[in-house]
């Protein structure tokens, strides 16, 4: 398994260039599909329920205060529960079934280690990582690639996506660049493989870069 963007794995596949909304979202739907996936930083969930109605089984997680206001009642509220047991299925505890797919929802602080953080599922056996729009401050880094990092040497040995807007300037000290993203990665022994750019239509020239994130 380990989630792996192999061939036939859909468009952006190497080389980094123009990706497209249209082949992004392809390219996402045939990753999941069917796979245990966590994301990362999911905010109200709109990224992670679209992930589970493209037929994956996504653990949408994020710190405590927003998975109990906003992001849990927005997974409750997005279908029926399991009738069966969702790991049955290739899911995670406590999911809602979201067309072909499912989603739980849970808190996961990137400031503490995993194995510290007690819930209804272990995010570690995560056969996918997703993490879109949600490591913008420079101080967000440090925490952000430990955490990556811990899911990344789980026994799934997992891929991660990541999603960068780059909205720092030459002179930003508070907004974190996708240089130094990737170069963090990359000093932790990650391999950082660009996968594509694209310019979503609503942030015109604020371009998104896509990158899968592997173990060396």
Excluded at 48 to 60: E, K, N, R, T, Y
Excluded at 87 to 97: N, P, T
Excluded at 108 to 135: F, T
Aim: charged share 25%; glycine share 14%.
């Amino acid at each position: 398994k380990g989630g792996g963007l192999g061939e036939g794995d859909g468009e952006g596949e190497g080389g980094g260039g123009d990706l497209g909304v249209g082949s992004a979202a392809r390219w996402l739907q045939q990753l999941v599909r069917g796979r245990k996936v966590v994301e990362l930083g999911s905010g109200i969930g709109l990224l992670g329920l679209c992930l589970a109605a493209a037929g994956g089984h996504v653990l949408l997680t994020d710190v405590p205060s927003v998975v109990e206001c906003t992001l849990g009642p927005n997974v409750e509220a997005s279908g029926p529960p399991h009738h069966a047991d969702p790991q049955q299925l290739g899911g995670w505890r406590e999911a809602r079934r979201v067309g072909p797919g499912s989603a739980a929802a849970q808190p996961l602080d990137w400031w503490k280690p995993i194995e510290e953080q007690r819930g209804e599922n272990d995010p570690r056996e995560a056969e996918v990582v997703v993490a879109a729009e949600c490591v913008w401050l420079r101080e967000l880094i440090e925490p952000f690639v430990k955490t990556v990092l811990a899911l990344l040497r789980g026994p799934q040995r997992p891929r991660c996506v990541l999603a960068f807007r780059d909205r720092s300037t030459e002179t930003s000290e508070t907004f974190s660049s996708l240089k130094l993203v990737v170069g963090a990665f990359e000093t932790a022994g990650v391999v950082a493989v660009p996968k594509g750019v694209c310019d979503a239509p609503e942030s015109e020239g604020l371009f998104t870069s896509f990158y899968e994130l592997r173990l060396a």
